[in-house]
């Protein structure tokens, strides 16, 4: 069992007893015990074995008792007779943001309430309300708070993270203390939502850093303070751990808490094969047969993530592969793909003006689109099927691309292509006729209406779509949005297969609610040779940043520079254009 497994039930001990009303001095031991296991260096496992448990901080006598059991047998006699008398689901309360282990407590003994379902009756028939201290603002506040935990199941879209991680890191790199700071975790591995945040910072000061960031304005609760980690919540209940490392653990530490653990499994066997240990300290020699007992080898010396890496034979890896997924075995090899980066990105293959549903003019979009340095951006209205979003008929894309063609006359230094998202009808077939399509330099084909959206019609539509000959790429083929709608059921093998087949692009939408194509499927698309367009969808110019988001994810699958379309000069597009024509007539 691993420290912070151990940890983990020690912290659900101390929340338990908590919400029965245990407080003091007697609740911050069980507390502390739990942070002390989760930070001590060594497994305690080892440390029992060698008969050393109460040498720990914070460690007496019964804590020493109560971690034999669980090594032994994975819980202890407290620990079950808590979950015994405390309902199962009660822990789930004290997730929604507002509600503590005392309002929780509360809540359980005065209302009978003990899951979500039963806190969002009684914060919606009053019963909440009426409860002392609480009143009709906190329960409303409650009622909004279960809502959020279940739109994203506990988890932070990354939209919301990522401002959030940069403005803590700052607040963090304002302190005189503090040599670098970073994020780790899910958030810098890429991933489309995160459980929580983890922040890392290098200091010879851990203790001021830290109290001084628990502290701050934005910490709506502390959970642990240490000498190596705090753990807050922010105010949108969100929680935030940060740990303090000195400048020569900093890469090691880096390494270890982006994670992912599987990933950290696999690198900590490699070194072992290797005669080294690798941890969040450091990588260090293994005693030999031969060493005197209790002489520790000083760590390898590691400036970067990179000097971790090679140490143990591999290319570096960037964060967005480390899923253990095969990016170790292409790293032995130096078989590692050349991931695209942000600063590949020559144009925007999709967006809105306010013909349709955006809600900036062309010339705005496309100045903004100049001020980012892109060499070209296809406006892509939706067609006349799409009334909500006001899509455009054959007239009046004719008028637009009259507009488009004055402001490129005007000499802009981003080209707009006249493009079109073509809604997908039921039957398969496209929203516009062909000749008007055939007037546009860039058609985006999708499905955006609600009817049937059983698999194999979706599949088909889709399918049918990417055979047209005038279409160049399939939008946001999934229809994913993160935390709120599952992808449709696609056959997402078949779609993929029908794009390699006729050269059509499939394209990854990188708005941070949708990220579809999702990273898994954009990886077997680029395996099979199907191109990816990485575009925006802007509805807005301020979208147009979601680029790197979009790329981000892109490299979560794998995809390289030269699969991606909009990595092309404008000229190179056009070319594989009129290729992609030439071929498919
Ligand atoms: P999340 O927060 O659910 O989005 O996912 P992560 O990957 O950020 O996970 P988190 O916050 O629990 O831990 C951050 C990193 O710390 C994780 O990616 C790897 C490392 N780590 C945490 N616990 C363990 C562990 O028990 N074993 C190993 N090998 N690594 C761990
Ligand atoms: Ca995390
Ligand atoms: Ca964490």
């Known amino acids: 069992m691993t420290n912070a497994e151990l940890a983990a039930r020690f912290h659900e001990m101390a929340a338990l007893l908590e919400l029965k009303g245990l407080a003091g001095f007697k609740l911050r031991a069980y507390q502390r015990a739990a942070q002390s296991i989760e930070e001590h260096p060594e497994p305690l496992s080892e440390v029992h074995r060698r008969g050393g448990l109460e040498t720990v901080r914070g460690i007496g006598e019964s804590f020493a008792r109560k971690i034999e059991e669980i090594l032994q047998t994975g819980t202890c006699r407290l620990l079950e007779e808590l979950r015994a008398e405390l309902p199962p689901a009660i822990l789930q309360l004290m997730r929604v943001p507002g509600v503590g282990p005392k309002s929780a407590?509360?809540?359980?003994?005065?209302?009978?309430?003990?899951?979500?379902?039963?806190?969002?009756?009684?914060?919606?028939?009053?019963?909440?309300?009426?409860?002392?201290?609480?009143?009709?603002?906190?329960?409303?506040?409650?009622?909004?708070?279960?809502?959020?935990?279940?739109?994203?199941?506990?988890?932070?879209?990354?939209?919301?993270?990522?401002?959030?991680?940069?403005?803590?890191?700052?607040?963090?790199?304002?302190?005189?203390?503090?040599?670098?700071?970073?994020?780790?975790?899910?958030?810098?591995?890429?991933?489309?939502?995160?459980?929580?945040?983890?922040?890392?910072?290098?200091?010879?000061?851990?203790?001021?850093?830290?109290?001084?960031f628990a502290a701050g304005p934005f910490v709506s609760e502390v959970l642990a303070l240490g000498d190596t980690k705090a753990?807050?919540?922010?105010?949108?209940?969100?929680?935030?751990?940060?740990?303090?490392?000195?400048?020569?653990?900093?890469?090691?530490?880096?390494?270890?808490?982006?994670?992912?653990?599987?990933?950290?499994?696999r690198l900590r066997e490699l070194a072992k094969s290797r005669g080294l240990?690798?941890?969040?300290?450091?990588?260090?020699?293994?005693?030999?047969?031969?060493?005197?007992?209790?002489?520790?080898?000083?760590?390898?010396?590691?400036?970067?993530e990179a000097e971790l890496y090679a140490a143990l034979g591999l290319e570096y890896i960037p964060p967005?592969?480390?899923?253990?997924?095969?990016?170790?075995?292409?790293?032995?090899?130096?078989?590692?793909?050349?991931?695209?980066?942000?600063?590949?990105?020559?144009?925007?293959?999709?967006?809105?003006?306010?013909?349709?549903?955006?809600?900036?003019?062309?010339?705005?979009?496309?100045?903004?689109?100049?001020?980012?340095?892109l060499e070209y951006l296809a406006i892509t209205d939706h067609s006349r099927s799409l009334a909500f979003a006001r899509g455009l008929t054959s007239e009046r894309l004719a008028s637009q691309a009259e507009d488009i063609d004055a402001l490129n006359r005007g000499g802009g230094r981003c080209r707009i292509l006249r493009g079109c998202e073509v809604e997908v009808l039921a039957g398969g077939e496209l929203d516009l006729p062909d000749e008007v399509l055939r007037r546009l330099d860039w058609v985006v084909a999708a499905v955006h209406t609600p009817s049937r959206r059983d698999g194999p019609d979706l599949t088909a539509r889709l399918v049918g779509a990417a055979r047209h000959p005038l279409v160049d790429v399939i939008a946001h083929p999934t229809g994913r949005i993160i935390g709120a709608r599952q992808?449709?059921?696609?056959?997402?093998?078949?779609?993929?297969?029908?794009?390699?087949?006729?050269?059509?692009?499939?394209?990854?939408?990188?708005?941070?609610?949708?990220?579809?194509?999702?990273?898994?499927?954009?990886?077997?698309?680029?395996?099979?040779?199907?191109?990816?367009?990485?575009?925006?969808?802007?509805?807005?110019?301020?979208?147009?940043?979601?680029?790197?988001?979009?790329?981000?994810?892109?490299?979560?699958?794998?995809?390289r520079r030269e699969d991606v379309l909009n990595a092309l000069s404008l000229e190179q597009l056009l070319e594989w254009r009129r290729r992609r024509l030439a071929r498919s007539r």
């Open 487 to 559: 992808p449709y059921e696609l056959d997402s093998e078949a779609l993929i297969a029908a794009a390699a087949e006729t050269g059509t692009a499939l394209e990854l939408n990188a708005s941070p609610h949708r990220l579809d194509v999702p990273p898994p499927m954009a990886r077997r698309a680029v395996g099979a040779g199907v191109k990816i367009a990485i575009s925006t969808d802007a509805h807005d110019h301020r979208n147009l940043g979601d680029m790197e988001m979009g790329v981000w994810s892109a490299r979560r699958g794998w995809v």
């Open 105 to 212: 407590a509360m809540i359980w003994r005065e209302l009978g309430v003990s899951d979500l379902d039963g806190l969002e009756d009684a914060a919606g028939d009053g019963r909440l309300a009426a409860l002392r201290g609480w009143g009709s603002k906190r329960a409303a506040a409650v009622l909004a708070g279960i809502e959020g935990v279940r739109r994203w199941g506990g988890r932070t879209p990354i939209a919301t993270a990522l401002p959030l991680a940069q403005g803590l890191l700052s607040v963090l790199r304002g302190h005189v203390g503090v040599v670098a700071a970073a994020y780790a975790g899910s958030l810098r591995r890429g991933l489309e939502t995160v459980g929580d945040l983890d922040l890392l910072v290098s200091t010879l000061r851990p203790r001021e850093v830290l109290d001084a």
């Open 320 to 373: 967005e592969l480390r899923e253990d997924t095969g990016e170790i075995e292409a790293a032995a090899g130096s078989r590692l793909p050349e991931l695209v980066d942000p600063a590949d990105i020559r144009g925007d293959l999709h967006t809105h003006t306010d013909w349709s549903d955006g809600r900036d003019p062309a010339a705005v979009l496309a100045g903004a689109a100049a001020a980012r340095g």
């Open 231 to 265: 753990s807050v919540r922010v105010r949108d209940g969100f929680q935030v751990d940060v740990r303090a490392v000195a400048p020569e653990q900093y890469a090691a530490a880096l390494l270890y808490f982006t994670g992912s653990k599987e990933h950290n499994v």
């Open 277 to 304: 240990r690798l941890n969040e300290y450091g990588l260090t020699c293994l005693p030999g047969a031969e060493d005197p007992p209790g002489l520790e080898a000083p760590p390898l010396a590691a400036r970067s």
